[in-house]
Every structure is written in C-alpha cells, then in structure tokens.
C-alpha cells in the first residue's frame, strides 16, 4: 500500500471542497478503492500507486478549473472524474478572466470590446466617457488577467483624491481614514474578480498598490500595470506628471468622465487638454465612451439624458 499527500493550491479552499464538503464527497465515492483523508489544504491517499497517481491527476484537472472560472459545482466534478470535461463551459475568445463567482467578464458593448482591442495594440489607452460604462471595471480585469499571465509583476491603481463636496480635511481618522473613501470603488472591484485573502496578500506584498495620485511622483513605474481613475479630476501638471512615470514593459490606462468635473474651475482639469495635446500621437489610444454604453440600471441613461438636456439649456440661455 501506497502513502502520498496531495497539497491543494487554491486561493479558496471552501470552494474546492463544496458546501458542506459536497464536492470531496463526490471525490471520495468515485474512489472506492483509496482510503482519502482531508485536512485543509492536505489531502492523504492510501492505496495502490496507479490508483492513487489517477487521484492526483484528477484533483490538477479540478484545481485548473477552480482557478479559470473561480466556481466548481459536484455538476462539474462528476464531469471532470467521469472524463467527460467536453460538457463543461468553453472559455470564449472575448472572454478577459471570470469573477470570484464564475462569472464571464468580458466586452457587453461595442465601445467595451473596442477598448479591449486598442488595449491590445497600444501602452497607453484613455477611456473616456459617462458613469456606468464600464471603463475602470473593463481596465481592472484587463490588469488582474495580465498579472495572473506573468506579463507584469505588479498593479498599481490610483485616483485624484478630490473632494466631491466634502473637505478632505475635516473628515475623521488618519491618512489612510481620509483617503480610503475615494479608492473604495477600486478595492470593490478588485474583490469581485480576486478572493479576499488573496487580494489581501497581494496588498501586503505591494503585487497589487492602491494610492492617491499624489504619491505617484517621483516614481518610475516599470514592469506594471497602471491605471488612473478619475482623471478629469487631475490638473494639467499631475496628469502629466503621472503619464511621465511610465517605465519599461509598463501598460497605462486613463479613465474618466469630463461631464463630472469636482475641481474648484472645471477648466483646470488636466484631462480636457490632455486629449488635445496626445490625440494623434502613435501608440496612444482614445476610446470615447457615450450614454449607449451604461451597463447599469436602465434609469441611469435616462438620467444622463436629463442632464445633458438641462445642461445644454442652461447653455443656450446663457
């Protein structure tokens, strides 16, 4: 009789072993024939070594397919033991990765599947357009996939923090107190496509870096994955400050929304004569989003309509 001890290398332990450890129930009856003892992320085999060695390579298939598509039913597990993986899901081309839920994070309009494309072909790509397009959403998938592919060792997301209405200064707590409300949006969309712990191991190891846009000087960023959220709240110096931090083997992407403008003059954001200045330079790509592209309720293009029809009044009436 044959020992061996299989380690489980997962960044969710509770998926791989089911609800109520459905999915090793299965394992376990598909394996009559090996005593199987589980401990975390352990798992003892006794029996004979061919027996055992069909175990193991069963238990990679399954790991392979917990961590492309972050979900595994017994549906799925009785497919992958039985050798029938020919009816499970088929990674779709325009598919980027799938959420901690199983879902398929991919382009769902054409402005989205064109900033994918440009992405691509290009180092530096601007977003552009109004909330609920998917810009910064679209951007942070792009970022995990190619950290997760080895084409860069770390990401680094960052955003003006600029006071929508409230004084930066006044709100309580420490540093991090103060700034933490203006980078939440990010941290909810990294931990809808990476696991908690490990989205807190990334953190602590600095694999991936959340920071004002402030912080960014002095840095040269190469080997990353950059992104600025936010940017039409930037002034023409931190703009620029922050495209010249772009080192070797680095990909950047700009995001934001020039009809929501929190600094003091709306003519000082840097992100209006940003567009200008780079619009026809090589290697640098503009993907101009518009209302047809929210992906949110459908009440929020109406009331993006509304507004830039009361705008477009006030305007005319000037």
């Given at each position: 009789?044959?020992?061996?001890?299989?380690?489980?290398?997962?960044?969710?332990?509770?998926?791989?072993?089911?609800?109520?450890?459905?999915?090793?129930?299965?394992?376990?009856?598909?394996?009559?024939?090996?005593?199987?003892?589980?401990?975390?992320?352990?798992?003892?085999?006794?029996?004979?070594?061919?027996?055992?060695?069909?175990?193991?390579?069963?238990?990679?298939?399954?790991?392979?397919?917990?961590?492309?598509?972050?979900?595994?039913?017994?549906?799925?597990?009785?497919?992958?033991?039985?050798?029938?993986?020919e009816i499970l899901k088929i990674e779709e081309e325009d598919v980027i990765l799938y959420n901690t839920s199983g879902k398929a994070i991919k382009a769902r309009t054409k402005n989205q599947k064109k900033m994918i494309e440009e992405?691509?072909?290009?180092?530096?790509?601007?977003?552009?357009?109004?909330?609920?397009?998917?810009?910064?959403?679209?951007?942070?998938?792009?970022?995990?996939?190619?950290?997760?592919?080895?084409?860069?060792?770390?990401?680094?997301?960052?955003?003006?923090?600029?006071?929508?209405?409230?004084?930066?200064?006044?709100?309580?707590?420490?540093?991090?107190?103060?700034?933490?409300?203006?980078?939440?949006?990010?941290?909810?969309?990294?931990?809808?496509?990476?696991?908690?712990?490990?989205?807190?191991?990334?953190?602590?190891?600095?694999?991936?870096?959340?920071?004002?846009?402030?912080?960014?000087?002095?840095?040269?960023?190469?080997?990353?994955?950059?992104?600025?959220?936010?940017?039409?709240?930037?002034?023409?110096?931190?703009?620029?400050?922050?495209?010249?931090?772009?080192?070797?083997?680095?990909?950047?992407?700009?995001?934001?929304?020039?009809?929501?403008?929190?600094?003091?003059?709306?003519?000082?954001?840097?992100?209006?004569?940003?567009?200008?200045?780079?619009?026809?330079?090589?290697?640098?790509?503009?993907?101009?989003?518009?209302?047809?592209?929210?992906?949110?309720?459908?009440?929020?293009?109406?009331?993006?309509?509304?507004?830039?029809?009361?705008e477009k009044e006030f305007q005319d009436n000037k």
């Amino acid at each position: 009789m044959t020992e061996k001890s299989i380690l489980i290398q997962t960044d969710d332990l509770q998926k791989f072993y089911g609800i109520r450890e459905e999915n090793l129930t299965e394992i376990i009856k598909f394996f009559p024939k090996l005593k199987i003892v589980a401990r975390g992320e352990i798992i003892k085999t006794f029996g004979e070594e061919d027996e055992i060695t069909t175990f193991e390579n069963k238990i990679q298939k399954i790991l392979k397919y917990l961590k492309t598509y972050n979900t595994i039913t017994t549906t799925e597990i009785k497919a992958i033991l039985g050798g029938h993986e020919e009816i499970l899901k088929i990674e779709e081309e325009d598919v980027i990765l799938y959420n901690t839920s199983g879902k398929a994070i991919k382009a769902r309009t054409k402005n989205q599947k064109k900033m994918i494309e440009e992405f691509n072909k290009n180092d530096l790509l601007f977003a552009l357009g109004p909330a609920g397009t998917g810009k910064t959403y679209i951007a942070i998938a792009l970022g995990i996939k190619a950290l997760k592919e080895m084409k860069v060792q770390k990401i680094i997301l960052s955003r003006p923090a600029v006071e929508a209405g409230e004084n930066l200064g006044f709100l309580p707590g420490d540093v991090r107190d103060k700034l933490d409300p203006y980078l939440q949006p990010l941290y909810d969309a990294l931990l809808d496509m990476i696991p908690f712990k490990k989205l807190e191991k990334y953190l602590e190891e600095k694999v991936i870096q959340i920071a004002p846009l402030a912080f960014m000087r002095g840095r040269t960023l190469s080997n990353a994955f950059v992104i600025l959220d936010e940017a039409q709240n930037s002034t023409y110096s931190q703009l620029k400050m922050f495209l010249t931090r772009m080192g070797e083997n680095s990909k950047f992407i700009v995001t934001g929304d020039l009809s929501q403008i929190d600094l003091p003059k709306k003519s000082s954001s840097g992100l209006f004569q940003t567009r200008n200045i780079l619009y026809d330079i090589k290697n640098i790509s503009f993907i101009e989003f518009n209302k047809h592209d929210i992906i949110r309720h459908h009440i929020v293009t109406q009331i993006v309509d509304a507004y830039e029809k009361s705008e477009k009044e006030f305007q005319d009436n000037k």
